[in-house]
């Protein structure tokens, strides 16, 4: 379809414009830009008035569990690509921990074509680092990324075996993808559930300390300086991860990290009962390390905002915060508390916020997205926001409904998400 979107703050980083703007879609491209006193002849296009609304390049989540195949009644291709673009992510990267593991050219396939059958968006596969993620065996990287991966990732857990885990990195770094590290020492984080501190002895629960992430922070960053592998840092939690990233930036490493919104929009002291609706990996944590994030993500250390979307059942996380699953959906709340924790308050510019959710998301997985570039793809974003609502689970096109956000009052909604040109979700 062909389509105009008038009066819009457009939010482009890529190409340095923030004002507003008239948009032309054309046969599902960027076909103009304009500014007010300019035009483009586009007859029998449908308009949007975005009149006091962000339109920003289609946002990219790295970061998301969708359970297919497997493990269906928590979450499918098809519900979690639609809860995707209600969001407003025009592209996500599932994660491999489905059963079968995406190890395998053929597992990498059927993701693939399921995806081409079911999902309104973009889906960018990941493959496992290890045959089945027993953390044994390194998988054929080319082979897959053949097939169609775009990264590699033992998420759910780490490579434990550095040696394994170093050879997955060269494997990576020849066939040019991204290394995403989930960074647990499984040795150290024993039966913890949520961040060790007076929270989680007032519950009784086991705790997890900071150690638990950033002794596997330092080791990746490590085997990718020996390697020349690029790495990717999944839902970074700490203040000394953050720090660490600094540093290994300014030495040149390959490095670039995520913060997930619930990690920068709540602390472990909001866990007031034992509602495993607040247990995530890694879990939420102090105010100094919330502050530590969200500086990070400021001042460019953290390159980009994901979710971790991870849907579980309700029978599931009734279980109660010592043995259920980990894990909470992210994908239709990222940009209401993006807005409300980080760009309401100043920390970042709405184009920082297109920066951290669009542009450099699709750098780091090499797309040729993330941008409203004249010729490029028309993968738009659009938001609302001064938009205020409570968030209501019960609304979530995701199977999943488990957020500790339900009846938060927040600002920003996604309002349109077009992919290639179509209008994908429409609120």
Do not use: W
Request: proline content about 5%; glycine content about 8%; overall charge negative.
């Amino acid at each position: 379809m062909n389509l105009i979107i008038k009066n819009g703050r457009v939010l482009d980083p890529a190409n340095a414009i923030d004002g507003v703007r008239d948009l032309y879609v054309k046969d599902g491209v960027i076909a103009a830009v304009c500014k007010e006193d300019e035009t483009y002849d586009l007859p029998g296009a449908d308009v949007i008035d975005a009149k006091g609304m962000y339109v920003m390049p289609g946002l990219i989540d790295l970061h998301v569990h969708f359970r297919e195949p497997g493990f269906e009644y928590k979450e499918t291709i098809e519900t979690g690509s639609k809860s995707c673009a209600k969001g407003g992510f025009t592209g996500v990267c599932p994660m491999p921990n489905t059963k079968p593991v995406i190890d395998s050219t053929e597992t990498v396939r059927f993701e693939v074509e399921k995806a081409k059958a079911v999902s309104p968006i973009h889906i960018y596969p990941v493959g496992a680092v290890t045959l089945g993620q027993n953390g044994v065996e390194p998988t054929d990287v080319a082979a897959m990324k053949e097939a169609g991966i775009y990264a590699i990732s033992e998420d759910g857990k780490s490579v434990m075996n550095s040696l394994v885990y170093r050879e997955g990195m060269m494997r990576a770094k020849e066939n040019d993808i991204v290394v995403m590290a989930h960074c647990e020492d499984k040795n150290l984080v024993g039966k913890g559930a949520i961040n060790a501190g007076p929270v989680a002895k007032k519950i009784g629960v086991e705790g997890i300390p900071n150690a638990v992430e950033d002794i596997i922070v330092a080791r990746d960053i490590l085997l990718a300086k020996e390697t020349g592998a690029r790495l990717h840092l999944c839902h970074c939690s700490t203040a000394d991860s953050v720090e660490m990233v600094r540093k290994a930036k300014a030495d040149g490493v390959k490095v670039t990290a995520e913060v997930c919104p619930h990690h920068f929009s709540m602390t472990c002291d909001e866990i007031t009962s034992d509602d495993a609706n607040f247990k995530m990996n890694p879990p939420l944590r102090t105010k100094q390390d919330v502050q530590a994030l969200i500086e990070g993500l400021a001042d460019g250390t953290i390159d980009t905002i994901s979710t971790d979307h991870a849907p579980h059942s309700a029978e599931e996380k009734q279980r109660g915060i010592a043995t259920a699953p980990f894990g909470i959906v992210g994908s239709e709340t990222a940009v209401c508390l993006t807005i409300t924790h980080l760009v309401r308050p100043g920390y970042l510019t709405p184009l920082q916020m297109a920066e951290r959710m669009s542009m450099t998301p699709a750098k780091v997985i090499k797309v040729d997205r993330g941008t409203l570039g004249v010729g490029k793809a028309a993968d738009i974003t659009i938001i609302d926001p001064e938009a205020h609502y409570t968030i209501d689970a019960s609304t979530f096109v995701s199977k999943g409904h488990n957020t500790p956000f339900n009846g938060k009052e927040v600002y920003g909604r996604v309002m349109y998400t077009i992919v290639d040109g179509n209008v994908v979700y429409k609120a």
